[in-house]
């Protein structure tokens, strides 16, 4: 079974610095994908980003990059240019590609971003 | 209409109730899944429907009933639940069988539940 590990159960920037979010998760599988998620307070889960494993470049959207070591099984998240906005829970998710891409996804137990005005 | 809309977002019942959990997807998806969030654990995933067949049951207890009647639609049937049950219940949904585009879920707001 696969397994998601968020070391940092909470993270403090100041606003418009460049905080990095850390994820490692383990898999026998050889092509999976990686999500990044935020739960903001109105609780929704909102996708940030995607990399699929078979892509070496690292996945990026706008602000939001990351950082996806597959050899080490690490998938950091970089928030650059932090915002008041940001503030939210963070997950690390993974999902399989086997079973027709019915697989839930297997999450993390987040880690709670504080942006410092 | 949002993407994935949950309701209520606040249940409150006690432990010999019959209450249900709604969840509509507005977005044309074929798959839909429940998930439970408890403080401090990950996300556990409780119940898949994919082309509205169940294809995974996470050794959920039966006191969780799930009912998909249409790729739109559904429903968390809860009956005799513990004060442990008590969690924010999520509902997703995403396309399968699609390529990477696929694999995204959409989530709704979820319903905040207690059980007293």
């Known amino acids: 079974a696969q397994t998601v590990t968020q070391s940092q159960p909470e993270m403090s920037v100041q606003e418009a610095e460049t905080v990095t979010l850390s994820c490692t998760y383990d898999t026998s599988e050889s092509d999976y994908y990686l999500f990044w998620y935020k739960q903001p307070p109105s609780r929704q889960m909102i996708l940030v980003i995607r990399q699929e494993a078979y892509k070496q470049q690292n996945a990026t959207e706008n602000r939001f990059s990351v950082n996806f070591q597959k050899a080490a099984k690490s998938f950091s998240l970089k928030i650059s240019d932090s915002q008041l906005g940001d503030a939210a829970m963070y997950f690390c998710?993974?999902?399989?590609?086997?079973?027709?891409?019915?697989?839930?996804?297997?999450f993390g137990k987040g880690t709670h971003l504080i942006i410092q005005p | 209409e949002t993407g994935v809309t949950q309701t209520p977002r606040h249940l409150v019942m006690g432990m010999t109730n019959k209450k249900s959990l709604k969840c509509e997807q507005h977005l044309g998806h074929n798959a839909m899944y429940w998930y439970k969030q408890s403080a401090k654990k990950p996300l556990e995933l409780m119940f898949v429907?994919?082309?509205?067949?169940?294809?995974e049951n996470n050794s959920v207890p039966s006191r969780f009933s799930p009912e998909c009647p249409n790729s739109s639609h559904l429903f968390l049937h809860l009956h005799t639940l513990q004060p442990e049950d008590s969690a924010l219940y999520l509902c997703?949904?995403?396309?399968?069988?699609?390529?990477?585009?696929?694999?995204?879920?959409?989530f709704g707001q979820g319903t905040r539940l207690t059980v007293v």
């Open positions: 429907y994919s082309l509205e067949e169940r294809v």
């Open positions: 998710a993974y999902r399989t590609t086997s079973g027709g891409g019915a697989d839930g996804l297997t």
């Open positions: 997703a949904s995403s396309q399968v069988g699609a390529g990477p585009r696929g694999t995204e879920a959409f």
